[in-house]
């Protein structure tokens, strides 16, 4: 069974960084375009970024030049590191395939506020 377990989230003032963690069990990582996803409160769950097994990334337009996604494949990890971050990025962070195929982890909670 795939699991996704997300860490790194946290409370940060605006303007800052953070860099979140999904470890991910099986042997998928290698196949699968892998994504970051956030839920604000009251709102639907959304792709924020995704990334294809060789690297090739791509964004929403509201994280375009302030979020950066990556993946270790050996080690099953996927990364989103965040800079300049904003009050309206403030969310519930979640990793899974593009196309989510899998359970969902319990994801990582990101504020931003002063």
């Known amino acids: 069974q795939v699991q996704f377990v997300e860490s790194g989230g946290g409370l940060v003032q605006p303007g800052g960084s953070l860099r979140l963690s999904c470890a991910v069990s099986g042997s998928i990582d290698r196949i699968y375009v892998m994504a970051w996803y956030r839920q604000a409160p009251g709102k639907q769950r959304d792709l924020v970024a995704s990334?294809?097994?060789?690297?090739?990334?791509d964004y929403v337009d509201s994280v375009k030049g302030r979020f950066t996604i990556s993946r270790d494949n050996a080690k099953n990890t996927v990364y989103l590191q965040m800079s300049s971050l904003k009050p309206e990025d403030t969310a519930v962070y979640y990793c899974?395939?593009?196309?989510?195929?899998?359970?969902w982890g319990q994801g990582t909670q990101v504020t931003v506020s002063s």
């Open positions: 990334i294809t097994p060789g690297g090739i990334t």
């Open positions: 899974n395939t593009k196309g989510p195929r899998f359970y």
